[in-house]
């Protein structure tokens, strides 16, 4: 590992003075878990690490009925998953931080690192491999090994993008706050991440001299119900292969809104509107579900070894419909 210099600022305008505007520059740290293990992977060389964790009041959980939820950049996953306002109004969401891996990292897991963090495709991850992500000159998993890509919205790298929590936090309508240079700034999280055929380098609208610091997400409006849910190999700790997000405002078994995200399946959390319009207004019965499942996937275009997300996404939305709709088994 190449040495480098540590800083802890002490505010937000201090730590984006130490950043630089190349990502080659400086990487910022907060829990770390998925920053130490790119260093120790030899993924990145970075002349500076600048350590968020000496920033005063940048993790915490804030609801009011007015404001509705504000989460600091810091908070931890353990502490979403517990809190008992996320848990009741944020069901969602306190779902999603409780998949994430082990209770060990959900404790040092921070909600803006969640966001924030890099892919996990094998060929990105081995320091070995000049894939796309990394200035070659091919997506190797194209015509590699492409079990666990994308089958939505891909190309020309074929990524997904791993975060349990952005698809939740996106079908509440969140937004975040970005601190830079040139002063802060709100943005639609839905807006937040950018596809590969956009932007190769990142998987957000962040520049190396950015810093997101607070996530907030609306009062939801009465008879809101919501879940996430998530297949994935190992129980215990695993990324979602295929995973679902559902928010949705009911009057009895009629569903007057509904947002459904996915994550396992895209290079960024992948909403659709298309499985949306299926429901919105009807009256949710198992047959509508199905249709709704189906037309979530539609437009997939699976690769060589992954078209077996497609009966599995289905399945998930199917299952996370039904569950708000208050006809789960």
Not at 267 to 282: D, F, M, N, T, Y
Request: proline residues 7%.
């Amino acid at each position: 590992m190449k040495a480098f210099e540590y800083v802890k600022p002490a505010t937000v305008a201090e730590a984006v003075r130490e950043l630089g505007r190349s990502w080659e520059e400086a990487k910022i740290l907060s829990g770390g878990t998925d920053l130490l293990g790119e260093l120790k992977e030899g993924l990145i060389s970075p002349q500076k690490i600048v350590n968020l964790k000496g920033i005063a009041n940048l993790g915490y959980v804030r609801f009011s009925e007015k404001e509705g939820l504000k989460l600091g950049a810091l908070t931890t996953l353990a502490e979403i998953e517990s809190h008992p306002v996320i848990r009741q109004r944020y069901t969602a969401l306190a779902e999603a931080a409780g998949s994430v891996a082990t209770p060990q990292i959900r404790n040092i897991g921070t909600i803006g690192g969640n966001l924030c963090q890099r892919p996990r495709c094998w060929y990105y991850r081995d320091e070995h491999t000049r894939c796309l992500k990394k200035g070659g000159p091919i997506c190797f998993a194209y015509n590699g090994e492409n079990k666990y890509h994308a089958i939505l919205g891909a190309g020309p790298c074929y990524i997904v993008h791993p975060s349990d929590c952005a698809p939740a936090l996106i079908a509440f309508r969140a937004t975040v706050s970005i601190v830079s240079p040139r002063g802060q700034r709100s943005v639609p999280l839905e807006e937040f991440f950018v596809l590969p055929a956009r932007r190769l380098d990142h998987e957000t609208i962040l520049e190396p001299n950015e810093i997101l610091t607070e996530i907030q997400v609306p009062t939801p409006p009465p008879n809101t119900r919501s879940t996430y849910l998530k297949f994935r190999e190992r129980d215990s700790f695993d990324f979602a292969i295929v995973g679902a997000a559902v928010v949705a405002r009911m009057r009895g078994d009629i569903c007057e809104d509904i947002r459904i995200v996915l994550s396992g399946v895209a290079p960024i959390p992948w909403r659709s509107p298309e499985a949306e319009a299926v429901l919105k207004g009807k009256k949710i019965t198992p047959d509508l579900a199905e249709q709704a499942a189906k037309a979530a996937v539609a437009k997939a275009q699976p690769l060589a070894q992954n078209a077996y997300k497609i009966p599995l996404t289905q399945a998930i939305v199917k299952q996370a419909v039904l569950k708000v709709a208050g006809q789960s088994k």
